[in-house]
Each structure stands twice: as structure tokens, then as C-alpha cells.
């Protein structure tokens, strides 16, 4: 069985960075793709970020792009999502997510396992 265990999440200030990280495990476990989600409540699922892990392909969403990178320590097993300027428009709970096959989407449905998600906060 596939787990994804986020950690990293927090309190933070505007402004601050912030690393979140993904460790997953389980038994031949090997995606194709994996990426972040976040959500608020009353709000829908929103994309992050994402890397294909054959080439190193990246996509963000519109949130992230520009102040954000997603990468992957494949020794570790273990994705990480960087992420400076926070505002408080960046607080949601950040879900770590897995594909098991292609395509590259930033489509919640492409996505075959979900972390328990990990809390962010963004103080003003």
C-alpha cells in the first residue's frame, strides 16, 4: 500500500519561505508523476505544482508560478515543494500527490494517491 506523509507545514509570516516535504513509501512504488495540491475550505482542490519523474518535467499553477519549485530526491524518495513570498492567499492545506501513469495533468483526477495534507498558515 502507497503512503504519502507531508511535513513542513506551519505558521508563517508574509513574506517568509517555506519547504514542504513528501515522503513516500510502499512496496515497488514507483510514479510516474507527483505534485501538490492545496485547498480552503468552502473552495475546490487547486494545483500547485507537479514534476514527471523520467525527465524532470515541471508545471506550476497560475499561484505558484514564479515563486515556487517542486523537486524530488529519488535516493530519498522524498518530494519537496519550495515555496518564497508567502501571503496569506497561501494558506490552505497542501496535499502531496502521486500518478500512477501518464499524462503529466494538473488535474486532480490524474492523480492516484493523496497524503493526508499538512496545514499552512500565512500570517499577515
Known amino acids: 500500500q502507497v503512503q504519502l506523509v507531508e511535513s513542513g507545514g506551519g505558521l508563517v509570516q508574509a513574506g517568509d519561505s517555506l519547504r514542504l516535504s513528501c515522503t513516500a513509501s510502499g512496496r515497488a512504488f514507483s510514479p510516474y508523476a507527483m505534485g501538490w495540491f492545496r485547498q480552503t475550505p468552502g473552495k475546490e482542490r487547486e494545483f500547485v505544482a507537479a514534476?514527471?519523474?523520467?525527465?524532470?518535467?515541471?508545471r506550476y499553477g497560475d499561484a505558484a508560478l514564479g515563486r515556487s519549485t517542486v523537486s524530488r530526491d529519488n535516493r530519498k524518495n522524498t518530494l519537496y515543494l519550495q515555496m518564497n513570498n508567502l501571503t496569506p492567499w497561501d494558506t490552505a492545506i497542501y496535499y502531496c500527490?502521486?500518478?500512477?501513469?501518464?499524462?503529466?495533468?494538473?488535474?486532480?483526477?490524474?492523480?492516484?494517491?493523496w497524503g493526508q495534507g499538512t496545514q499552512v498558515t500565512v500570517s499577515s
Open positions: 500527490v502521486a500518478a500512477r501513469s501518464p499524462p503529466f495533468s494538473n488535474s486532480a483526477s490524474r492523480y492516484n494517491y
Open positions: 514534476i514527471e519523474l523520467e525527465y524532470g518535467m515541471t
